[in-house]
């Protein structure tokens, strides 16, 4: 953007005009020095003094333009802006047990859904750090708290059932694993998002008990309880007969879900299809907004300068056509 810090200055530019008149008037009253026995010669000297004049009358409005430009301080400015973040620190915490595999959902079954939708809910965030942490029988950090979303990417698109012993769900240990990754951050806003399909059956810690201890620290949970009321059927692979499927019902305790997410001032949610799943992480992600400040500036550069170089570069100019090219007769 182009500005004039002193703008009044250009009133100035109407001596230009005034110059003008002043150049027709003086041209009007000279009389000839030099008598012409050739009327043909007379005739092309004036036309060439004409142009002579008109000539040096168009440098010099020139240098008086310019001259009042730079005097009015033309300023090109560029915008920019200083992005303050209040980045929240998230640890997804990510049930990969054996039921996870459960078809109950579309198009394959639970844990494909869920990456699904935890993978979109990685892409909406922008300036907060995120960690995953998976449990079956046991938890591990699956990727420390990062701003490398690729990274976390990669890492969420390998978790798969199996990678732990998937035959129990130890829903304390994934929270203790999570809190732990979370006590040494320095965020002003920290967070566990747990999903799990079934029941703690298995660890050394109990949900609520490890609960208790992340509310201790400042850490809410967001509980997420997954898989439709009826169940579904899932694949067990035999190594007699093959891969056939069973029916499985629908085991989550949603007493100790709900405690779990209270005792830190978290929420519970309970999503029965994949679409209430999608919203819930939706939901989520709208009652964890990161504060973002955001301040415009504009810097300005002078551009008067170069005007006056300009105006200096034409008045050298005219002063060396008058002396050689434009130089008129007496």
């Known amino acids: 953007m182009l500005r004039l810090a002193h703008p009044w200055f250009l009133l100035a530019l109407g001596f230009v005009p005034l110059l003008v008149w002043l150049e027709v008037r003086l041209a009007a009253r000279r009389r000839p020095a030099v008598l012409f026995p050739d009327l043909g010669a007379v005739a092309f000297s004036a036309r060439g003094a004409l142009v002579k004049r008109a000539a040096r009358l168009a440098?010099?409005?020139l240098v008086v333009a310019l001259v009042v430009v730079a005097l009015a301080r033309p300023q090109s400015g560029r915008g920019a802006e200083s992005v303050l973040t209040e980045g929240i620190d998230i640890v997804l915490v990510l049930d990969v047990s054996g039921s996870m595999l459960t078809e109950d959902w579309q198009p394959t079954n639970r844990l494909a859904v869920a990456k699904a939708v935890v993978s979109d809910f990685i892409r909406g965030r922008s300036s907060d750090r995120i960690g995953m942490v998976v449990f079956a029988a046991q938890a591990f950090t699956q990727c420390p708290l990062t701003l490398d979303y690729a990274v976390?990417?990669?890492?969420?698109?390998?978790v798969k059932v199996g990678m732990i012993d998937e035959n129990s769900t130890a829903i304390g240990m994934g929270i203790a694993t999570a809190a732990n990754r979370l006590r040494e951050s320095d965020a002003k806003s920290r967070i566990m998002v747990l999903l799990t399909d079934g029941r703690n059956n298995a660890g050394e810690i109990d949900p609520v008990t490890a609960a208790r201890a992340a509310g201790a620290l400042g850490i809410r949970i967001y509980a997420i309880a997954a898989g439709t009321p009826e169940g579904g059927r899932m694949p067990v692979d035999d190594p007699v007969w093959g891969r056939h499927y069973v029916k499985v019902p629908t085991e989550i305790d949603e007493?100790?879900?709900?405690?779990?997410?209270a005792v830190t001032g978290g929420r519970y949610f309970r999503a029965k299809t994949?679409?209430?799943?999608?919203?819930?992480y939706r939901q989520i992600g709208e009652l964890e907004k990161t504060k973002i400040e955001v301040k415009h500036f504009t810097t300005y550069t002078e551009l008067g300068p170069r005007f006056v170089v300009a105006a200096l570069v034409a008045l050298l100019a005219l002063l060396a056509a008058e002396a050689t090219v434009l130089r008129g007769m007496p």
Do not use: F, K, P
Request: glycine share 8%.
């Open 59 to 61: 440098a010099r409005c």
């Open 152 to 158: 976390l990417q990669e890492l969420l698109a390998s």
């Open 255 to 261: 007493g100790t879900l709900r405690e779990v997410a």
């Open 274 to 280: 994949e679409g209430m799943l999608a919203e819930i």
